[in-house]
């Protein structure tokens, strides 16, 4: 059956709502993420008055439609369109963020470059593919944790003081006392986080509720939209104050403040699982193999003892954190080994970005006392395959995949369309294939073909969609990409 085709006006129709997710940029190779790093401008502190934050983003709202139901509004049980609910937690004013469904994840807008992860195995693109995320009704923090709420915790005798890592300056170090309480309560462990939150009666957000929480159901590329925004410079400002960075169900500074911790444990691959029937990853694969070294390496320092090695964990447990483009995600540690490179293996800085890294929380309705309100609009709809030339390609990639990976993720691969069934018969292409649907491909590799390898000679990056894909060598066990057709 075919699905979709470039040139019919559906595909082009849906090209223009998936637009934003193929803007995102890839972590590593863009540098649209980069900015996380930067150092911050000096913040001004002003009084939080949480109900004139919650008021002035209500008023600042397009007009509802005929039956109420717009932004900012949830349908209750009995099918009415209200306000999102609001409650006073004893740290901050929260807002219920309804029951629905919503795009999760990006794909990068510069192509599938695999050069530098066949030189040293990673995953470079965790947040991909753009899959269907179901959410339940949940309470979110309006804005950020702030250092006088985290510092009554830490008064409490319940939270830990936050400590930057050597090396890391306290942002709010040079403000005076007064104005560093409304910063953002950065350099706090995972745990640190988790505790307080649970002094509050929360917890921390899971990614998908975070994720939901900041792009809602129109599958936006930042949490106040599509484009970037002048008005919202790098920095570490008080909470709340950035009032432009407001996500579609209003929720402030998931975009252009701190980053933030969420509940996960990071996974590379989370993004394919769910179109999965298996593991397709070698647990002596490329990946597997490059990880170990590099944690070796961390704990170890350049001439490792046999015991040293025996006793590194192949894969310490990392937490996802989350910021700016609402599909992209990170990693951090809590504790960094004796030896930890300047970059994490995936090129990040060694430390996360732990003076930037803050994090807001999260709750689960009260059933007894709660409404749980459901959001009035449907997810917007993308194409996660599309047809070309007779062949459908799947949306997503595999990278860092020996040969054997490649081929066992394409048989391990099923799609589920709406209305047609599941597509469970996925194969590696060809190279004649490849090269058949060059423009659609997204190159430039290396990706796995069934008879070889092959890669997309172009003197540009990211190369023209058309450049043609030639035969390369490569060896069974190397690191390259890998799409499924059918």
């Not at 082009?12 to 993420?33: K, M």
């Not at 993004?271 to 704990?299: H, I, M, Q």
Request: aromatic share 10%; with cysteine.
């Amino acid at each position: 059956m075919r699905l979709t085709d470039p040139r019919d006006s559906a595909w082009t129709r849906a090209l223009l709502v998936i637009a934003p997710l193929l803007l995102g940029a890839c972590e590593r190779a863009s540098g649209q993420y980069d900015y996380v790093d930067s150092p911050e401008p000096a913040p001004v502190g002003e009084e939080i008055d949480p109900q004139a934050l919650v008021d002035a983003v209500k008023n600042s709202q397009e007009p509802t439609s005929a039956d109420g139901c717009e932004r900012w509004t949830g349908r209750t049980p009995e099918g009415e369109c209200v306000s999102l609910y609001t409650r006073q937690a004893p740290h901050v004013q929260q807002v219920q963020i309804p029951r629905g469904s919503f795009v999760m994840g990006h794909i990068p807008y510069l192509g599938y470059d695999g050069s530098a992860a066949r030189e040293t195995p990673h995953v470079q693109w965790s947040g991909q593919p753009p899959r269907y995320a179901a959410v339940d009704a949940f309470w979110i923090d309006l804005f950020e944790v702030t250092r006088s709420a985290y510092q009554a915790c830490v008064d409490e005798g319940r939270c830990t003081p936050a400590v930057c890592p050597e090396g890391l300056e306290d942002p709010a170090a040079s403000q005076p006392e007064d104005r560093a309480g409304f910063l953002p309560q950065t350099c706090v462990r995972h745990a640190q986080a988790a505790a307080f939150c649970e002094a509050r009666g929360g917890r921390l957000p899971t990614e998908a509720e975070w994720e939901y929480a900041a792009r809602g159901v129109d599958a936006r590329k930042y949490p106040w939209g599509n484009e970037l925004d002048d008005a919202l410079p790098p920095g570490l400002y008080p909470a709340g104050r950035m009032r432009s960075d407001s996500s579609y169900f209003n929720i402030l500074g998931m975009g252009s403040n701190a980053t933030e911790w969420v509940a996960d444990s990071y996974d590379p691959d989370v993004g394919l699982r769910g179109y999965l029937e298996g593991e397709f990853r070698d647990p002596n694969g490329p990946v597997a193999r490059s990880r170990r070294a590099f944690e070796v390496g961390a704990a170890c320092g350049p001439s490792p003892t046999p015991a040293c090695q025996r006793a590194t964990s192949q894969d310490p447990e990392r937490f996802v954190y989350k910021h700016g483009i609402a599909g992209s995600r990170r990693a951090a540690r809590d504790t960094y080994p004796e030896h930890m490179p300047a970059r994490e293996l995936e090129g990040w800085p060694w430390h996360g970005n732990a003076h930037r890294r803050g994090f807001r929380c999260a709750a689960d309705l009260d059933p007894a006392t709660d409404t749980a309100l459901t959001v009035p609009e449907p997810a917007v709809a993308v194409p996660f395959t599309y047809t070309e030339q007779s062949l459908t390609l799947f949306g997503g990639v595999a990278e860092a995949v020996n040969q054997a990976e490649a081929t066992r993720f394409c048989e391990l691969l099923r799609v589920e369309l709406t209305g047609v069934g599941t597509y469970d018969d996925w194969r590696l292409p060809t190279i004649a294939e490849i090269q058949r649907v060059a423009s659609v491909f997204r190159g430039p590799g290396p990706v796995w073909a069934s008879d070889g390898a092959a890669a997309q000679v172009s003197g540009f990056s990211p190369p023209d969609p058309a450049a043609p894909w030639e035969l390369i060598p490569a060896e069974p066990d190397d690191a390259l990409l890998a799409r499924c057709v059918r």
